[in-house]
């Protein structure tokens, strides 16, 4: 496997792994975001240490994946409020 030739903007390793993160932490599973996030941490680093991102390509992934994590329980607690709730019509 050959070295990547250019990088890009955000990780998106990173971005996934911190919406994973913050999903499990705004779905109330604290203990297993607590226990996801040092892999987390060391899925972004591995990305500067294997020279595939810059810094700044892991910052923007951890934004954009946290990012991406709270709209997706904002979206998800909405869909379950609107169908699972009884309305008085």
């Known amino acids: ?18 919406a994973s993160v913050t999903a499990l932490w705004l779905a109330g599973k604290k203990q ?17 240490y294997l020279f595939v991102h810059y810094p700044t390509d892991i910052i923007g992934g ?7 994590g709270w709209i ?8 379950w409020q609107k169908n699972f709730v009884k309305s008085d019509l």
């Open 1 to 18: 496997m050959s070295r990547p030739d250019d990088f890009s903007f955000p990780s998106g390793h990173t971005a996934a792994s911190f």
């Open 62 to 68: 951890v934004l954009v994946g946290v990012g991406c």
């Open 32 to 48: 297993w975001a607590l226990a996801a996030l040092p892999l987390g941490v060391l899925i972004a680093f591995s990305r500067i």
């Open 72 to 79: 997706g329980a904002k979206l998800v607690e909405m869909f």
